[in-house]
Nanobody, 124 residues
Framework: EVQLVESGGGLVQAGGSLRLSCTAS????????IGWFRQAPGKEREGILCFTSIDDSTYYADSVKGRFTISSDNAKNTVYLQMNSLKPEDTAVYYC?????????????????WGQGTQVTVSS
């Protein structure tokens, strides 16, 4: 089965860190853009970090710049979202997704395969 599975969410205090995992099954990330998105209650889904391997470029939303980074373990077919200096406003359901080779925007409209999401809650 072709799917993405996220894990690693949970409850953390402000200032803490979490690492989310996104594991692909039935396919590899090669040739696809990888995006991390989040959706807080009552808000639209927001693209926070998108990586395109074709030009090795990463987009960071201003809200996470300097705090969140992406990495990968090809042997495990897994990408990670390292989240540091977490704030209460980072509370949301986090999703990973894959898109075409070079989506023009870090926007959910350009990504077609999604994981189920994992909840991140940051307490003040």
């Amino acid at each position: 089965e072709v799917q993405l599975v996220e894990s690693g969410g949970g409850l953390v205090q402000a200032g803490g860190s979490l690492r989310l995992s996104c594991t692909a099954s039935g396919f590899t990330f090669d040739g696809f853009a990888i995006g991390w998105f989040r959706q807080a209650p009552g808000k639209e889904r927001e693209g926070i970090l998108c990586f395109t391997s074709i030009d090795d470029s990463t987009y960071y939303a201003d809200s996470v710049k300097g705090r969140f980074t992406i990495s990968s373990d090809n042997a495990k077919n897994t990408v990670y979202l390292q989240m540091n200096s977490l704030k209460p406003e980072d509370t949301a359901v986090y999703y990973c997704a894959t898109g075409g080779p070079r989506p023009p925007y870090c926007s959910s409209n350009w990504y077609f395969r999604w994981g189920q999401g994992t909840q991140v809650t940051v307490s003040s």
